[in-house]
């Protein structure tokens, strides 16, 4: 069954496009009034915003908070929570990559995935904790990654910062458990969005091969099925996880990787 989402309130961090879009796009048809995030053209991101508003008939905004900044997260869900009373569903997944030998990892590019793929998910989900606890129920969906379970080289700032995205899920988690508040990593493996294309390129540069090379022996290698999972069968695991059927998964990461871990 489809849990119906109606009346619900979600933020969905880095939603205006790829897995986020797609995620934000599955709770709207099923009711929920979004709060769309991330960067992009105004005009398309306003596009992306009506359109969806249209389609599924529900509300949908946007916020442009820059999550390398605590007070406009903060403001994200405090401006969200003022508009509709209430935020239900907090999905944190916006995320950026750098590809590079360690000896070579430029320090700032380590200090922006460490502020957006990790401490961004934890000022949003500090802000909306609280609003959680009172209404005696919410979900907080952080979108981690297979490496938040497992490593691979040339991308020590993602693994640190996505290992650490799990290690504050479960913390969170414990401390949310009697207050109807559940909060979850969905663990996803290769997905075809706009970040793996650049992975591609970035890959064959470090490791001196070919793109078909790095699609081949280094991207779909990692995934027993050999294939891309895809948007729907993350959306299906999302909507699980914020209906009440999923109440009791808690403090979980739940791998959507084709067996990549299981290896």
Known sequence: MTPSLKDHVAIVTGSTSGIGLALAEAMAEQGARIVLNGLGDP???????????EKYGVDVRYHGADMTKPDQITDMV???????????????????????????????NW??????????????????????????????VNIASAHALVASPFKAAYVAAKHGVLGLTKTV???????????????????KTPLVEAQIAD????????????????????????????????SGLLLYLVSDA?????????????GWTAQ
Request: include cysteine; glycine fraction near 8%.
């Open 43 to 53: 005009e398309k991101i306003e596009a992306t915003r009506a359109g969806l508003a």
């Open 78 to 108: 405090t401006s969200t929570v003022k508009a509709f009373g209430r935020l239900d569903i907090l999905v944190n997944n916006a995320g950026v990559q750098h590809v590079s030998p360690i000896e070579d990892f430029p320090t700032e």
């Open 111 to 140: 200090d922006q995935i460490i502020a957006i793929n990790l401490s961004s998910a934890f000022h949003a989900t500090k802000a909306a904790v609280p609003v959680m606890k009172t209404q005696k129920r919410g979900r907080i």
């Open 173 to 191: 988690a414990l401390e949310t458990a009697t207050f109807g508040v559940t909060v979850n990593a969905i663990c996803p493996g290769y997905v």
């Open 203 to 234: 890959q064959a540069k470090a490791r001196g091969i070919s793109e078909d090379e790095v699609m081949r022996n280094v991207i779909l290698a990692a995934q027993p099925t050999k294939a891309f999972v895809t948007f729907d069968q993350l």
């Open 246 to 258: 999923g109440a009791s998964v808690n403090g979980t990461a739940l791998s959507v990787d084709g």
